[in-house]
């Protein structure tokens, strides 16, 4: 056979294929150190290492096998694949609500290019109605990307690109809103637009993968679905996070953007409430409402759009031994806010003191959360705490430190009023502060699900 391409293989990797006269896209029987593989070899990406040749299994998984273990590979066929996403197109009828999904890089429904590397978006209406079919049982959808970025890119011009396009659609009468996003922060956009977007009359869901559609594990199917009958169809007019549930393929969580977090790297179930119980249940027939205190839809199409946002804001995750000079730097740099997560109830170290007085004096905002996650911030238990505060740092009761920093970053935009910068961030917009925390949610994790119950069920007789 001729041998042309070898797409993106180099150094060893091409060497090898070209001594047992295969190509990409050839199927293969090969025997290596580690035992036989069956699998159709795959192009490399151009930045991946040349030691490794990458076979896609029957069972859709991918495995790199390093070129200097194979001892025989023989070709016994080829089946180049055809990555083009399907078009169909999207039906609509007019009994059913108006869904807008916006965009901003993140891959629910998309194929692998092969050739590049990268993942291939499916977000027309039509290319989403070709590899979902299920959404046009719930609504009529429309689609539109506000931005292509990896979701660690996200900052402050995209949250108010977005906060912005949501207040017009709901102006324009949209009957709900889900927002595809990356999930690595997710959890932050979530909470930002919790206080940037008020008062909304419809469902904003975020939603997003943990595995890529390609896989034979992915959960964007599953995912895009629920989140599009939260927005068609569901009561809580807030910003939520529609996500895995439990291990399975059940059903997808609920969870209100200022409680929720990215727990596990790689996890399909990924994201937990924490401090409180998810909002929902849902899959494809039925959402359950776990909780009674949300914002409920409305047919008014009234909402408070405030983009506000400080850029010169961070966290500051306490260790010990950590040294005066890293907040010092911070007052250096011009920054006007600090968000600590201090360990117990709220604690550092007293050799940071000084550069907490002198930060404070020189009217930094810096406000305290805690490591732990759950639990509240108590700096009146020990006398540590009570001499933190004497330098002007606030307790920030029982939010998030991500959720308290990016509160601080849209409060310091407002104003910077001492008084009145504590006033906004002492209260509560969206559950961000509780009052009590529930017992069965700390348990394991998520609160009113039905696998906690069941599992109360067995230790409390």
């Not at 930045?47 to 991918?62: F, M, P, Q, W």
């Not at 039509?126 to 299920?134: A, D, K, N």
Request: glycine letters at 8%; aromatic letters at 8%; charged letters at 25%.
């Amino acid at each position: 056979m001729t041998v042309e391409t070898r797409q993106g293989y180099r150094g060893v990797g091409r060497e090898t294929l070209i001594r047992f006269g295969v190509d990409v896209w050839s199927d293969v029987q090969m025997e290596t150190t580690s035992g036989p593989f069956r699998g159709l070899i795959l192009p490399r990406s151009e930045t991946a290492d040349e030691r490794h040749i990458v076979l896609k299994l029957a069972s859709g998984y991918n495995v790199g096998i390093e070129a200097s273990s194979i001892s025989q590979m023989t070709q016994v066929g080829r089946r180049e694949a055809n990555y083009k996403i399907s078009q169909r197109e999207f039906p609509t009828q007019k009994s059913k609500p108006n869904v807008m999904l916006f965009g901003t890089g993140g891959t629910i429904a998309s194929r692998l290019d092969y050739r590049t590397g990268a993942v291939v978006p499916a977000f027309s209406p039509g290319e989403l109605y070709g590899s979902v079919p299920e959404l046009a049982d719930f609504c009529n959808l429309s689609t539109e990307k506000i931005c292509g970025v990896f979701s660690e890119n996200m900052g402050p011009q995209q949250y108010k690109q977005i906060a912005r396009r949501i207040g017009e659609e709901i102006e324009a009468g949209i009957d709900g809103i889900v927002i595809g996003h990356g999930t690595d922060t997710m959890h932050h956009t979530a909470a930002i637009l919790s206080f940037m977007v008020q008062d909304s009359p419809v469902p904003i869901v975020m939603v997003g993968s943990q595995r890529s559609s390609d896989r034979p594990s992915s959960d964007a199917a599953i995912n895009l679905i629920n989140a599009v009958k939260a927005a068609a169809d569901g009561d809580i007019a807030e910003v939520t996070v529609c996500m895995f549930g439990p291990t399975s393929d059940e059903y997808c969580l609920l969870h209100r953007g200022t409680r929720v977090r990215k727990m596990h790297s790689s996890y399909r179930s990924t994201f937990r409430t924490i401090g409180d119980t998810p909002l929902a249940t849902i899959d494809q027939k039925h959402i359950v409402y776990l909780k009674e205190n949300f914002n409920r839809r409305r047919n008014d199409r009234c909402v408070r759009i405030k983009t506000s946002f400080e850029d010169k804001v961070t966290i500051l995750y306490y260790y010990p031994n950590m040294q005066p000079d890293v907040v010092d730097a911070l007052v250096d740099k011009g920054y006007r806010g600090i968000v600590i997560a201090g360990t117990g109830l709220g604690h550092i170290n007293k050799p940071l003191y000084p550069a907490i007085r002198r930060a404070t004096e020189k009217g930094v905002h810096i406000y305290m959360t805690v490591q732990t996650l759950w639990g509240y911030v108590q700096m009146y238990v020990y006398e540590t705490g009570r001499e933190i505060m004497e330098l002007g740092v606030v307790p920030g009761s029982n939010m998030l430190p991500e959720v308290a920093f990016m509160k601080l970053c849209w409060t310091l935009g407002q104003t910077d009023d001492r008084d009145e910068v504590r006033r906004i961030m002492l209260t509560p917009v969206m559950d961000e502060i509780t009052e009590r925390e529930p017992y069965n949610g700390y348990l394991i994790f998520q609160g009113e699900i039905p696998e906690v119950q069941e599992f109360l069920r067995t230790i409390k007789r």
